[in-house]
């Protein structure tokens, strides 16, 4: 068979580019070392810190331990409000996690869809996907943009996002996030069945769901939960849920009963430096400064006091 000039030609131009790619290839250079989160937070000072309400956290018990929740009345107030009556009608004590859907959610509440748990606390809540930037609090942007949104940041200690034309503002669907189960309808969820985000942010359900807050203690005990075989992970059978012993608002038990969690305060200079820390992770052992941080990696300390 005989080899045109042409094909010749090109074989021996790219057999050329690759061989001096190769010997052009530089050796990475080491990245000096920079400070780390655990460093930054190491250094941080009283003031960096912030203890939680009372009035806005839940202690969920379960046969395992203690899972620690922080509600955001800034972005959903009547959602926060109902849950908070939900909870000091002790509603849900002995229900159960009845959903684990593999790298996606956890969701708890009541499984008997046609015998449920009675309850007074209102059975219909309005919709509160947004929230007005005004009401939602202090922000503070991220510089790394996002593509889901015109702006991202935190606001009062949680993720966010919001869109100045608009003049909303909204929780976003990062790891630990805790969202409000609804069906078709938008304002069908009143905060009686839960679910936290255990997987890979679906940032896809913001101002689809109403997003009431997050676990700031205690996510190994969600995320370790089997993984439920039947549609979208519910369990099929009741002995596969884990029950639910209690939950119960801080500001309702005596201080002796209470966790004592810190979140670091994200309007923060320190906070600032978390941020720059994990944007920018100096070596030994990183060989490529990234410069850029998603929304969702950026961590948000926790500490007990």
């Known amino acids: 068979m005989t080899v045109s000039p042409i094909v010749h030609r090109l074989a021996s131009a790219m057999l050329v580019l690759a061989t001096g790619a190769a010997a052009a290839a530089p050796a990475p250079k080491e990245l000096p070392p920079k400070p780390s989160v655990a460093?930054?937070?190491?250094?941080?000072?009283?003031?960096?810190?912030?203890?939680?309400?009372?009035?806005?956290?839940?202690?969920?018990?379960?046969?395992?331990?203690?899972?620690?929740?922080?509600?955001?009345?800034?972005?959903?107030?009547?959602?926060?409000?109902?849950?908070?009556?939900?909870?000091?009608?002790?509603?849900?004590?002995?229900?159960?996690?009845?959903?684990?859907?593999?790298?996606?959610?956890?969701?708890?509440?009541?499984?008997?869809?046609?015998?449920?748990?009675?309850?007074?606390?209102?059975?219909?809540?309005?919709a509160e996907f947004t929230a007005p930037m005004k009401s939602a609090g202090a922000f503070t942007p991220l510089k790394d943009g996002d593509v889901y949104a015109p702006e991202v940041g935190h606001a009062g200690g949680f993720p966010a996002a919001r869109d100045p034309k608009s003049g909303q503002a909204w929780l976003v669907h990062c790891y630990a996030m805790i969202g409000v189960a609804r069906g078709?309808?938008?304002?069908?969820?009143?905060?009686?069945?839960?679910?936290?985000?255990?997987?890979?942010?679906?940032?896809?359900?913001?101002?689809?769901?109403?997003?009431?807050?997050?676990?700031?203690?205690?996510?190994?005990?969600?995320?370790?939960?089997?993984?439920?075989?039947?549609?979208?992970?519910?369990?099929?059978?009741?002995?596969?849920?884990?029950?639910?012993?209690?939950?119960?608002?801080a500001a309702d038990l005596p201080e002796a009963e209470r966790s004592r969690f810190e979140v670091m305060r994200t309007d923060s200079a320190t906070y600032q430096a978390v941020v720059e820390a994990q944007r920018n992770r100096g070596g030994p052992w990183n060989k490529v400064a990234t410069g850029k941080i998603d929304l969702c990696n950026a961590p948000i300390p926790v500490r007990e006091r």
Do not use: C
Request: hydrophobic share 40%.
């Open 39 to 126: 460093d930054v937070v190491k250094a941080s000072k009283p003031g960096d810190w912030r203890p939680l309400d009372p009035d806005n956290t839940l202690y969920m018990d379960l046969p395992t331990g203690r899972v620690v929740i922080e509600l955001a009345p800034a972005f959903a107030p009547a959602t926060a409000a109902n849950i908070r009556a939900l909870v000091r009608e002790q509603y849900f004590d002995g229900l159960a996690i009845i959903r684990s859907q593999d790298g996606f959610v956890v969701q708890w509440g009541d499984a008997n869809e046609e015998q449920p748990r009675p309850y007074k606390a209102a059975r219909t809540v309005k």
């Open 184 to 249: 078709n309808e938008a304002d069908s969820g009143n905060g009686s069945q839960l679910y936290v985000v255990t997987g890979h942010s679906p940032r896809q359900l913001d101002r689809n769901i109403t997003v009431v807050g997050r676990v700031v203690s205690g996510m190994p005990l969600l995320s370790v939960q089997p993984r439920g075989l039947g549609a979208a992970g519910f369990y099929e059978k009741p002995e596969q849920r884990m029950p639910i012993k209690q939950v119960r608002l």
